[in-house]
């Protein structure tokens, strides 16, 4: 079997969230949306959004342990995953618009939004817009306020019209090389489980081979890049009103998610607290899974 057939085959949940898998059709959008469903529907709700390029197994090591007392949603989002890509302009508001679409298509009132990355923009954008939906914030190493811009070269590669589109397409070739663009966001990548490393390389790859993923991983990066831009001038203010209980937590040693950023949320949002998570980067729920649950279940009862 060629490396096209191998990558080009469905993605398969990880093992441990498979029978939580499901499609939800949401009729607004005239899309399907794959998302992980576990726990009583009739606890409290928290939604979990992942980041740019990734799924909802990014949350493998922290969904069970959480739907013990809460009933818990992770979702693909749309044009990631296993959900609909459809061919079309990746908006923020298009994004924001399709979680709030599914949370009422799973008939959840008020939630907690965790979001890792892109995912933690996008709870933060929510929060702002849609205070009355939600109950709490969880940003993992991603957030709204910008007050230090990322300065990251593969990001400001992938912003290049045709060059990003050329080395993302390039990593066809080279299922190794693919694995290795992994590197820059997490503390110690070969320091993961066999079983998580041997999961990522096939998922990454199968992302790479994705001419659909491919697609929406572009529209949504630059689209998002003008947005968050844009939206800074009267952030500060609109924050300074929230009053959603907040959560920062931030990989110790991530590059891309700046302390400044971090620290500033706390310094203009009145219910907001801040967490770093040793060794770990841009992804501590995956890295480092136990101290992250530690700190996360902590605020949880604290705001219950």
């Known amino acids: 079997m060629t490396i096209e057939n191998v990558y080009l085959q469905t993605m398969q949940p990880w093992p441990g969230l498979k029978k939580f898998g499901r499609s939800v059709s949401i ?14 529907t009739d606890k409290n709700g928290i939604v979990l959004i992942h980041g740019l390029g990734d799924e909802a197994d990014t949350w493998r090591h922290v969904f069970l342990p959480l739907s013990e007392n ?71 190493d991603g957030a709204l306020l910008q007050l230090k811009p990322v300065r990251d070269m593969n990001f400001a590669l992938m912003r290049i019209p045709l060059l990003g589109e050329w080395f993302y397409t390039h990593l066809r070739k ?15 990548l070969d320091g993961l489980a066999s079983s998580d490393r041997e999961f990522l390389y096939t998922r ?38 929230l009053q959603t209980p907040t959560l920062v937590i931030r990989g110790e040693s ?5 302390e400044e950023n971090a620290r500033g949320i706390l310094n203009v949002q009145p219910q907001a607290s801040y967490h770093t998570i040793k060794g770990a ?4 729920h995956q890295e480092q899974p136990t101290n992250f649950l530690s700190v996360v279940t902590h605020w949880l009862n604290e705001i219950h």
């Not at 008939?107 to 929060?127: D, Y």
């Open 27 to 40: 009729v607004k959008d005239n899309l399907s949306i794959y998302c992980f469903d576990s726990g009583n």
């Open 70 to 140: 809460f009933h818990v949603v992770a979702l693909d989002l749309p044009g990631f995953g296993r959900s609909d890509k459809p061919n079309m302009h990746y908006t923020p508001n298009f994004l924001m618009e399709t979680i709030i679409h599914l949370i009422d298509q799973l008939e959840m009132k008020r939630v907690i939004l965790m979001g890792n990355s892109l995912g933690g923009i996008l709870s933060h954008a929510l929060a702002v817009k849609y205070p009355e939906r939600i109950n709490g914030l969880i940003l993992v």
């Open 174 to 188: 080279d299922p190794d090389a693919a694995f290795n663009s992994l590197r820059p966001v997490y503390h110690n």
């Open 204 to 241: 990454v790859n199968q992302r790479v081979w994705s001419d659909g993923q491919r697609r929406a991983y572009f529209s949504t990066l630059r689209k998002f890049s003008t947005w968050i831009r844009d939206y800074q001038a009267n952030l500060p203010g609109q924050l300074a009103a």
């Open 254 to 258: 991530d590059n891309l998610f700046p």
């Open 281 to 284: 980067k841009h992804l501590p």
